[in-house]
């Protein structure tokens, strides 16, 4: 090894970058593809719930499969695990810019889901073990930084891609980005290993999956099926029950595992510390506030207000901005005072900005109306990444690290998930109901011959998936046979702003409830305890992980 790699490899500085341009990849898909929505449907024809699964099998994938990654890691070191998720998620990323229908690149997305849970937990397990804890302040504020300016930035490197290129090279751009972490990886970031083996859990995999996979089937397609039945005696709710009664089992089944000789894939003994449980819980109202944000806004700001993706993505530029400047500033603030109030502070702005886009968004909306509401949400995004990764991870001991990681991962995700599915369904529900009102009140301005058909077609929008494209559901209509052009020219009008004013009513309760839930957030961050100071919480001499040269792991211990 020459010296100058053994240099960079001494420096966990360099590692933490290489591993954070893994990190930003995968935190960017969660957001770029949002901008990419209405191209998307137009192009290969899906329909609005259709989109939304090709958001949630990316999450769904990634949410349900952390823990275990977690575990994987632990058993075969951190970055071979690194390794192997960034090539399945560069693998992936290819197979979804070549997908030629819907149902192809849910099952592509889905596979890059799953490669960017290989990944995601391992970084933080390797920050617990090249930094001392009274360094790892410094270093979560990084991953804070990474996730913060990728989540802001995701939908205007999106808008410019879409608008420069296609969607599909939204995912395209991922190829050289993994092949270089791929080769920065081998050469910089050391092997280093937990020091503790740990055991698959299949069966909890198994149970936790299937329940999280049928609440999320049931929340994304209820409007699809009138929240009814499905096929033979499935039906909604009762996928709804299964799903929780699953989650349920998954519980109990842990708990049995808490001090019997199967090891448990979720360790109780991390609950113990309440910071880590309340940022668990923060986390998932995170990301559901930034799909709540993302998915009905961005569709807006095209289908309604006629922007491109390009135009749509620049409307989150300050964001972008305002995080990148203040994420640094919040990392040191949070070494010097602590967490809890700047942690307080940014969900109490971030759910103030959904609010203020909330009240600025109309059919007549302009731009510049959005931009207090967008500045504010940046500044908040920037004041909650870091102190929730340090108040979460602050305290863990390395053996958990693992699991820890993986567990406040996958409720992120799972945030998002159930997050994508709540605010879809709603946004779908309320759209149904709202362009079937607007028809009505304005199908007295068509010709009586057409006025039934007319209603029709928007009553009965959602049961097909409702078309949220850049061609907006007014471009859908067909004119009656006979229908003189200037009267079918009026009719296409009086369907546009059926579409319009419906998505714009719709867009409001959608964008509430992200709102809500940040401020039930902010909340019950009030109860943080606070941190002891990070001296004190170095441990004894031996106890950190090393980094060390890989070595097989033995056949009974996996």
């Not at 296609?166 to 993994?178: A, E, H, Y």
Request: positive net charge; hydrophobic residues 55%.
């Amino acid at each position: 090894m020459s010296s100058t790699r053994a240099g960079l490899r001494a420096n966990p500085w360099v590692a933490l970058s290489v591993l954070s341009l893994g990190l930003f990849m995968t935190l960017l898909d969660v957001t770029i593809v949002n901008v990419a929505i209405p191209q998307l449907i137009d192009s290969i024809g899906a329909s609005f719930d259709e989109a939304v699964w090709v958001i949630n099998a990316y999450l769904l994938v990634l949410g349900v499969a952390l823990i275990t990654a977690g575990r994987l890691g632990d058993l075969y070191g951190p970055r071979n695990v690194f390794l192997a998720g960034i090539a399945l998620f560069t693998l992936a990323s290819a197979a979804c810019g070549l997908a030629s229908s819907p149902g192809l690149l849910i099952a592509a997305r889905a596979v890059q889901g799953l490669g960017a849970a290989l990944l995601t937990p391992q970084s933080l397990s390797i920050v617990l073990a090249l930094f001392a804890p009274e360094r790892r302040g410094a270093a979560f504020s990084v991953n804070g930084i990474t996730a913060g300016v990728a989540s802001a930035a995701g939908p205007t490197l999106g808008g410019v891609i879409v608008t420069q290129w296609d969607w599909r090279g939204i995912f395209f751009v991922n190829l050289p980005v993994g092949i270089v972490t791929i080769v920065l990886t081998l050469w910089l970031v050391p092997d280093v290993r937990p020091g503790h083996r740990h055991r698959l859990d299949l069966s909890g995999v198994t149970v936790a999956s299937l329940g999280l996979v049928a609440i999320t089937f049931a929340l994304i397609e209820g409007q699809r099926y009138s929240w009814g039945h499905v096929w033979a005696f499935v039906s909604i709710p009762l996928l709804l029950g299964v799903g929780v009664v699953l989650l349920a089992a998954f519980v109990v089944m842990q708990r049995r595992r808490q001090h019997g000789p199967r090891e448990p894939l979720v360790p109780f003994a991390l609950f113990a510390d309440r910071n880590y449980t309340l940022m668990n819980v923060v986390s998932a109202a995170l990301q559901l506030g930034l799909v709540g944000l993302f998915l009905p806004f961005t569709i807006y700001l095209q289908s309604v207000l006629g922007l491109n993706a390009l135009q749509a993505g620049l409307v989150y530029v300050p964001s972008s901005a305002v995080s990148l400047l203040l994420t640094p500033v919040v990392g040191r603030l949070v070494d010097r005072i602590g967490g809890k109030l700047i942690l307080i502070t940014g969900l109490t702005a971030f759910a103030a900005g959904l609010g203020l886009l909330d009240l600025a968004a109309g059919v007549r909306a302009s731009r510049w109306a959005f931009v207090p509401g967008i500045l504010i949400i940046g500044a908040g995004t920037s004041a909650i990444f870091v102190p929730l990764f340090t108040l979460a991870m602050g305290q863990v001991k390395p053996q958990l690290a693992g699991a820890a990681s993986g567990v406040l991962q996958t409720t992120r995700q799972l945030g998002g998930v159930l997050g994508t599915a709540a605010v879809g369904a709603l946004l779908q529900n309320r759209l149904a109901a709202s362009l079937h009102d607007q028809a009505r009140q304005r199908a007295h301005e068509l010709p009586v011959g057409a006025r039934h058909d007319f209603i029709a077609s928007f009553a009965h929008a959602a049961r097909g998936g409702l078309d949220v494209g850049a061609g907006q559901t007014g471009n859908s209509l067909h004119a009656p046979t006979g229908l003189p052009r200037a009267a079918a020219q009026h009719l296409h009008q009086v369907g546009v702003q059926v579409f319009d004013h419906g998505f714009a009513a719709a867009l409001h309760p959608s964008l509430l409830l992200p709102v809500i839930v940040l401020a039930l957030a902010a909340l019950a961050s009030v109860t943080i305890r606070p941190v002891r100071p990070a001296a004190s919480q170095t441990p004894p001499p031996g106890q950190r992980a090393q980094p060390r040269p890989s070595e097989p792991v033995a056949a009974a211990d996996r």
